[in-house]
């Protein structure tokens, strides 16, 4: 039995269609694609049409806004089973996240101009929210927002920021007012605008996260955007934001428990074969014990990821529950990936290996969007009723 077949979850058989379609699509597209497009620092736009015309970009949003319908239970398989091919979704994740927004919030002309590139592939979405000297602290933002003429303008400075440069679109939060406890106004405001926009610099960190996707710093000086870029209401934007983080960290759930599956299954094939001393080295349990405890975790995250999906698919309340598997899920890709280091040995650095190519993407998500100790934060005040932290 394969390490797929291990970690099965009754899920699987509601979305064995997207499970079966994706693993149809990435026989083609497959991890040697991705390594090839990676190398070219070229996008892999094959892959997103073919994923565009199975209609698979298209889960989770309803028909009559263009897509398949679906939940985010379907979202998620996509996702995961890409990247159990080694396939990453990073620009799909990016997107999700900002179509999610438009379509619960935005105006029915963002709907009509923003979605359709989403669902065929030729919309590429860039977040801008994180800044210099805040962090995760979102209410700290310095990005202003002012109202001028019939418009607004935007002056400040963003990092981070992902494929900005090569993106279509790109939603921008600011500071459009002071936080307002009594009119229930956190301040913050959301802006959909095309790209490239007057006032817009982007200049690419020297970060290298193993895939295509940079980052980078964003300079915003009086960009302005018109009335109708702004999404929803003005000041509302952070309670907007927070009804998105729930789905956004299990799709990061989803891809690290993906990649540590391909990982995992290749260590075990790694370990069944090399014998050193006459022996597979696979029968030692200092080689077993580590691989066993990465599994044991990534089945525990990812039950705990469909269930968190299925409770946000039906309107309950799963903050703890998303939180947790994110964490989960994170924690234990990157002891997958230390274990199957270990297994390797020197291997493990020759890339021709294909591991040590993983290493900043699932590291990354230990802090990516968001911060694991936070999560933990979270979750010992929501769960165990613990006093805020300071």
């Known amino acids: 039995m394969d390490i797929d077949q291990l970690l099965s979850h009754p899920a699987d058989q509601r979305y064995a269609d997207v499970r079966n379609a994706v693993a149809w699509l990435t026989e083609k597209y497959d991890r ?32 009559e806004a263009g897509g398949q319908g679906g939940g985010l239970g379907e979202e998620l398989t996509l996702v995961e089973s890409l990247a159990r091919a080694g396939v990453p979704a990073g620009t799909f994740l990016i997107g999700n996240f900002v179509r999610s927004l438009v379509l619960r919030y935005g105006s029915e002309e963002q709907v009509a101009s923003f979605v359709p590139g989403s669902l065929d592939g030729t919309g590429i979405y860039s977040f801008a929210i994180t800044e210099p000297d805040n962090g995760t602290n979102t209410f700290a933002m310095r990005t202003r927002a002012d109202r001028a003429d019939t418009g607004w303008m935007l002056n400040g400075e963003k990092c981070f920021i992902s494929h900005i440069g090569s993106a279509t679109h790109a939603m921008i939060v600011a500071r459009s007012a ?11 405001s959301i802006f959909l605008t095309e790209l490239p926009v007057a006032g817009l610099t982007a200049t690419p960190m020297n970060i290298h996260q193993g895939g295509v996707d940079k980052q980078y710093i ?37 891809q690290a428990i993906g990649f540590a599956t391909f990982l995992l299954a290749k260590a ?50 799963a903050g703890v529950l998303s939180n947790s598997a994110k964490y989960l899920a994170t ?45 933990l934060n979270f979750v010992a005040e929501k769960a165990l009723g613990l006093p805020t932290s300071r």
């Open 218 to 254: 964003v300079r915003l000086e009086d960009v302005r955007l018109p009335a109708t870029a702004l999404v929803g209401e003005a000041g509302k934007g952070a309670r907007y934001l927070f009804s998105a983080l729930n789905p956004e960290r299990l799709l990061v759930a989803a």
């Open 268 to 317: 075990t094939r790694y370990a069944g074969e090399r014998a050193p001393f006459g022996r597979p080295i696979g029968e030692y349990q200092a080689v077993q014990h580590p691989l066993a405890r990465a599994f044991i975790g990534l089945r525990a995250a990812r039950s705990l990821m469909f269930e968190a999906a299925d409770a946000i698919d039906a309107g309950a309340p």
């Open 32 to 63: 040697d694609y991705i390594r090839k497009c990676t190398a070219l620092e070229e996008r892999p736009n094959e892959l997103m049409a073919a994923l565009a015309e199975g209609g698979l970009l298209g889960l989770g949003v309803a028909p």
């Open 331 to 375: 924690e234990y890709a990157c002891e997958a990936l230390d274990a199957v280091t270990q297994v390797h040995g020197g291997y493990a650095f020759d890339e021709d290996y294909d591991i040590v190519t993983f290493h900043r993407q699932l590291r990354l998500w230990r802090i990516a969007p968001v911060n694991n100790d936070t999560l």
């Open 178 to 188: 002071p936080y307002d406890q009594a009119a229930r106004s956190d301040g913050l």
